[in-house]
């Protein structure tokens, strides 16, 4: 693909500079193209950077030496009760945030990526209008990338306008350690935030309307982080749901409405909405051009991520699920190359999910609800049977491989426990490159590691682990 030169001249304007913009124009100016990159924000880094991966695994990061010293000492090791300084554990993630982003500004400049700070809209299938400061730009283009992300979704009766009530954004910004912490969802956002401030000193209840926390994850996966939770979090109410929220003398009141009908009323010091994101997709000018949005406002794209506007292509979380950073990277790469009119397309056989919680919980591939039952194999791995995760404490872990029957493919990989989120890259290679349960049982991993336990889940399919018998399901 290096080598081929663009077309002088060719102008490609990327609106958006998170993990779909401004790989897309760090990566089209390496190629040659003359690349305008349009954000609201000084430097690139997008919601992932400012206001979502980012500080919040350095919070993560914080809470989890807190529970490990709390941990330390089952064997023996006592620190006594941290003592959390807020300011300066907020000036230390904040500062992670400048050094990255200032960072990002550096490289836009080596890379000669012309910045724009302001809002763009379309106003035809070739030019961009940018609202900057008080006056409006016109921006020409040959291309553009719409890489203009998500924002938090609050519906009906969680949209209450209280300082009270926060979305990721407030959560992360960590003004105050509220004593009693409502989560509405237990999704990612509810779950990870949770974990932070429940480790900061907030009793955390979590509210999740479905019967479970972190629906549509495999259950194998989620069950010890349940188990985990229940000692970490106050409570976590399951099938229930929001139904009004008004602020009180005292905090927010909330009524709560179980799936059985029973309701109860409750009083927080403050609440975290975290119900979902939907496609920033509104306000982009988009009638002026052949764009078109899904019924949810994702853009339509085709296997290159181009929308139905031949000269403008969507990537990220605005083109549609999973709405993950790694997602938005690598199709900002394919956009780039089908603008530069190379065979590219968005095809990957797995993309790695981690939900960042403690434990950590990461997937790719199938997973076992997805796969037919008479299609796959499946394998477990129980880390009781990990030396690794023995000396670490941490048993309540599990490898599983989804493999084809017939084959012994590698369909897809799933694990949780501490570190879930390093593992999954080796799941996610095996499943791209087509590996066979006997690629992995025959590749030798260091010893003592928790990188074993996929080997050993080979192994176990094989019948031949030397630490755990398994009964085949
Ligand atoms: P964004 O990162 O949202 O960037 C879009 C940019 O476009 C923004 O800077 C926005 O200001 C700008 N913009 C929007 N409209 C305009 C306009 N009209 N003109 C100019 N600029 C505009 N994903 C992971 O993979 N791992 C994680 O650990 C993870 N943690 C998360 C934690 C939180 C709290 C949140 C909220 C999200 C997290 N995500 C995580 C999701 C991840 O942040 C998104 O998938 C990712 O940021 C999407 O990248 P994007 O480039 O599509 O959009
Ligand atoms: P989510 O879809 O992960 O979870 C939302 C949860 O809220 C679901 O469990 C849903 O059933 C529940 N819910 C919806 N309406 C409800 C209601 N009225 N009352 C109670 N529960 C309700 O959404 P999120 O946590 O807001 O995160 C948004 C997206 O951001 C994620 O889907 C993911 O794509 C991305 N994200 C990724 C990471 C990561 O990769 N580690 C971290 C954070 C966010």
């Not at 988009?286 to 794209?301: I, N, S, Y």
């Not at 590749?443 to 031949?464: K, Q, Y």
Request: aromatic share 4%; hydrophobic share 45%.
């Amino acid at each position: 693909m290096a080598g081929a030169s663009p077309p002088a001249g060719k102008r490609l304007a990327v609106i958006g500079a998170g993990p779909g913009g401004y790989p897309a124009a760090f990566h089209a100016a390496l190629r040659g193209l003359d690349v305008t990159l349009i954000d609201e924000e000084e430097n690139p880094g997008g919601a992932c950077t400012y206001r979502g991966c980012i500080p919040s695994k350095a919070l993560l990061h914080a809470a989890r030496v807190i529970a490990e010293s709390h941990e330390a000492r089952a064997f023996g090791l006592d620190f006594g009760e941290p003592r959390i300084d807020l300011d300066a554990l907020r000036e230390w993630k904040d500062s992670v945030v400048r050094r990255l982003t200032s960072g990002l500004g550096l490289l836009r400049g080596q890379r000669n990526v012309r910045p724009i700070v302001g809002r763009a809209h379309f106003s035809g299938s070739r030019s961009l209008r940018v609202l900057c400061g008080g006056s409006l730009d016109e921006v020409g283009f040959d291309h553009a990338v719409i890489a203009t992300g998500s924002s938090p979704v609050r519906p009906g009766p969680l949209a209450l306008d209280s300082p009270r009530v926060m979305d990721s954004t407030g959560a992360l910004e960590l003004a105050d350690v509220p004593d009693r912490l409502l989560v509405v969802g237990g999704g990612y956002i509810g779950l990870e935030m949770g974990t932070v401030y429940a480790a900061l000193g907030s009793k955390v209840t979590v509210v999740e309307m479905l019967p479970g926390l972190l629906p549509g994850v495999d259950r194998d996966l989620v069950k010890p982080l349940a188990t985990h939770l229940a000692g970490v979090f106050d409570e976590v109410l399951l099938n229930t749901r929001v139904t009004a929220m008004a602020e009180a003398e005292d905090g927010i009141r909330v009524r709560l409405a179980a799936a059985g009908g029973a309701e109860s009323e409750r009083t927080f010091d403050k609440a975290l909405v975290a119900v979902g994101r939907r496609p920033n997709s509104d306000g982009l000018g988009l009638e002026t051009t052949l764009v078109r949005t899904d019924d949810r406002g994702f853009l339509e794209t085709d296997g290159q991520r181009r929308t139905a506007e031949p000269t403008i292509f969507a990537v990220g979380d605005v083109a549609g699920e999973p709405m993950l950073a790694h997602k938005a990277m690598h199709e900002a790469r394919v956009a780039v190359e089908a603008i530069l009119g190379q065979p590219a397309a968005f095809e990957p056989a797995a993309i790695p999910a981690v939900v960042f919680t403690d434990p950590e919980i990461a997937w790719c591939g199938l997973t076992e609800a997805d796969a037919p039952a008479d299609h796959v194999e499946v394998v477990r791995y129980p880390w009781r049977a990990s030396g690794r995760a023995i000396t670490l404490a941490r048993p309540e872990g599990l490898t599983k491989l989804i493999l084809e029957k017939g084959s012994e493919r590698v369909l897809g990989v799933g694990i949780v426990g501490p570190n879930a989120g390093e593992l999954i890259a080796e799941g996610t290679l095996a499943v791209e490159m087509g590996a066979r349960a006997s690629d992995l049982q025959l590749t030798i991993h260091a010893h003592p590691t928790l990188s074993e336990t996929v080997m050993e889940s080979a192994e176990t399919f094989f019948g031949t682990s030397a630490h755990y018998i398994a009964r085949r399901r």
